[in-house]
């Protein structure tokens, strides 16, 4: 679904965002993208979304139809939650018969029964980051790109937003990049874990789970989740030193 064959990213002759840069998402894998702050993570997804250009190397994606959750949630303060989640069908001219009933799926999908006329204001959260998501659920992307996501979240809240997340991919199965501080998070959504050097970003490894969908959320506290979250972090540790 989306291949990344040796990008480099150069923003000026001392700042090089990505060097070398060589990843593969195949149809319906959920990939996550682990690294120290400023490795290029997040200029990989705009990459791949095309919000930016590589300086040179190729980025290949199957299809046209890309979700894209920023780490903020981006709502319209002045649109509902309701009429921000149909804020992309109304742009793709989508007819309002057929906008309000995938709009009514994905709000049940995302449980946020009862809050549809409230206003970002009103909103936790988590519930904001549930109107993001929602907002290209609705779209039914094939490929979806997050960016840290859930980083400003409370635990309790992440985790549970990652339980949901994972019954949503369950019922979609889109291919996904995501991009996340969290080790645990990244072992616990993920088929991959790649994990990349410090900046120029390339990836150092790529680490792989062996647990079946779907996971139950008590698989966090087992000893072979530790275990694969610490060959992550050992991986992600002999770069930063």
């Known amino acids: 679904m989306l291949s990344l064959h040796e990008l480099s990213k150069s923003f000026s ?9 060589n990843l593969e998402v195949a149809e319906g894998e959920f ?3 682990v690294g120290s702050s400023g ?3 997040s200029t990989v997804l705009r990459i791949a979304a095309g919000l930016e250009s590589a300086t040179s190397g190729k980025c290949t994606v199957k299809s ?3 979700g894209f959750v920023f780490q903020d949630p981006t709502l ?4 509902n939650v309701k009429r921000n989640i149909d804020l992309l069908l109304e742009l793709h001219d989508v007819p309002k018969v057929e906008r309000d009933r995938r709009t009514s799926e994905i709000i049940s999908v995302v449980g946020l029964e009862g809050s549809e006329r409230k206003y970002p204001r009103q909103l936790s959260g988590g519930m904001r980051m549930r109107t993001s ?3 290209s659920l609705v779209t039914a992307p094939e490929l979806f790109l997050f ?3 859930f980083g400003a979240l409370d635990e309790l809240t992440r985790e549970r937003l990652n339980d949901e997340l994972l019954a949503i991919y369950a019922l979609n199965r889109f291919a996904a990049l995501f991009v996340t501080h969290s080790i645990a998070e990244a072992v616990y959504l993920s088929a991959r874990v790649a994990v990349m050097t410090p900046q120029p970003g390339s990836i150092a490894a790529i680490v792989d789970v062996p647990f079946k969908y779907p996971r139950d959320h008590s698989i966090r506290y087992t000893p072979e989740f530790a275990a694969v979250c610490g060959q992550v972090s050992g991986a992600l540790r002999m770069e930063v030193e």
């Open 39 to 41: 490795c290029g993570k």
């Open 133 to 135: 998501l929602a907002r």
């Open 76 to 79: 319209l303060p002045w649109r």
């Open 31 to 33: 990939v996550s993208l």
């Open 64 to 66: 046209s139809n890309i």
């Open 13 to 21: 002759a001392d700042a090089i965002a990505l060097d070398n840069f």
């Open 147 to 149: 960016d840290e996501p």
